[in-house]
């Protein structure tokens, strides 16, 4: 009984130093728990976690005529980023992938140069993002610091609603050869500087990883 006790007392003592000022318990422990969760997709990969595009199949309509609403509401012409690579990605605050944000900045930092990432703020998997705009970029600022650009939140599956930017990643008859949508949080899509999908990343993949670091260069 003492032994369950103090095991108990060790739990407790660690979920508050894990507890985040601006964070809630869940959002805390999933941080914590992440360098785990990523752990384990490397000791099980999925062969479908990348995608790439070796047939260098063109776009069939321009990614640079897509226009898209940023997190204050302002209208986003994507034609500004031509000349640099972007990588797009699908976000949640209450997901085991969050801390991502993290390294999403952390990249872009590094080739902020060439590389612009881009976030979009989603609720499609497991309601993982119920927060409204406003609150959304308080949580990323507050908790990770990004700096890159932040779109409003919107649906990034197929269907009716699926963000334009997405219709033409998930479409192939638009991009070319991809008809992959967002398998979880966190999915990710490069483009090159000519406006042309090269690659997809599911959340598994590390935005520090190899895969990705190579891609970009």
Same mark, same amino acid.
């Given at each position: 009984?003492?032994?369950?006790?103090?095991?108990?007392?060790?739990?407790?003592? &660690?979920?508050?130093?894990?507890?985040?000022?601006?964070?809630?318990?869940?959002?805390?422990?999933?941080?914590?728990?992440?360098?785990?969760?990523?752990?384990?997709?490397?000791?099980?990969? @999925?062969?479908?976690?990348?995608?790439?595009?070796?047939?260098?199949?063109?776009? =069939?309509?321009?990614?640079?005529?897509?226009?898209?609403?940023?997190? @204050? &509401?302002?209208?986003?012409?994507?034609?500004?980023?031509?000349?640099?690579?972007?990588?797009?990605?699908?976000?949640?605050?209450?997901?085991?992938?969050?801390?991502?944000?993290?390294?999403?900045?952390?990249?872009?930092?590094?080739?902020?140069?060439?590389?612009?990432?881009?976030?979009?703020?989603?609720?499609?998997?497991?309601?993982?993002?119920?927060?409204?705009?406003?609150?959304?970029?308080?949580?990323?600022?507050? @908790?990770?610091?990004?700096?890159? /650009?932040?779109?409003?939140?919107?649906? =990034?599956?197929?269907?009716?609603?699926?963000?334009?930017?997405?219709?033409?990643?998930? @479409?192939?008859?638009?991009?070319?050869?991809?008809?992959?949508? /967002?398998?979880?949080?966190?999915?990710?899509?490069?483009?090159?500087?000519?406006?042309?999908?090269?690659?997809?990343?599911?959340?598994?993949?590390? /935005?520090? &990883?190899?895969?990705?670091?190579?891609?970009?260069?």
């Amino acid at each position: 009984m003492q032994k369950i006790l103090i095991g108990a007392g060790i739990l407790v003592v &660690g979920l508050f130093l894990v507890k985040r000022k601006d964070m809630s318990w869940r959002q805390s422990i999933l941080k914590s728990v992440y360098p785990l969760v990523m752990l384990k997709t490397k000791l099980f990969p @999925n062969k479908k976690e990348i995608q790439t595009n070796m047939s260098d199949a063109k776009s =069939v309509t321009s990614f640079y005529a897509l226009k898209v609403k940023a997190n @204050n &509401g302002t209208e986003v012409d994507l034609n500004q980023y031509k000349g640099k690579k972007i990588l797009i990605v699908n976000t949640a605050s209450d997901c085991g992938y969050t801390a991502q944000y993290d390294e999403l900045e952390k990249l872009y930092q590094k080739h902020k140069d060439k590389l612009v990432v881009i976030a979009f703020p989603a609720n499609d998997f497991k309601e993982q993002e119920k927060k409204d705009d406003q609150n959304i970029a308080a949580f990323c600022k507050a @908790n990770y610091g990004i700096s890159f /650009p932040l779109m409003q939140k919107s649906h =990034v599956v197929k269907g009716g609603e699926q963000n334009p930017v997405f219709q033409w990643l998930s @479409n192939a008859k638009q991009n070319g050869w991809c008809e992959q949508q /967002p398998v979880w949080n966190f999915s990710k899509y490069l483009i090159n500087e000519n406006g042309e999908l090269t690659h997809f990343f599911a959340m598994t993949v590390s /935005p520090l &990883g190899k895969e990705v670091e190579a891609a970009i260069q």
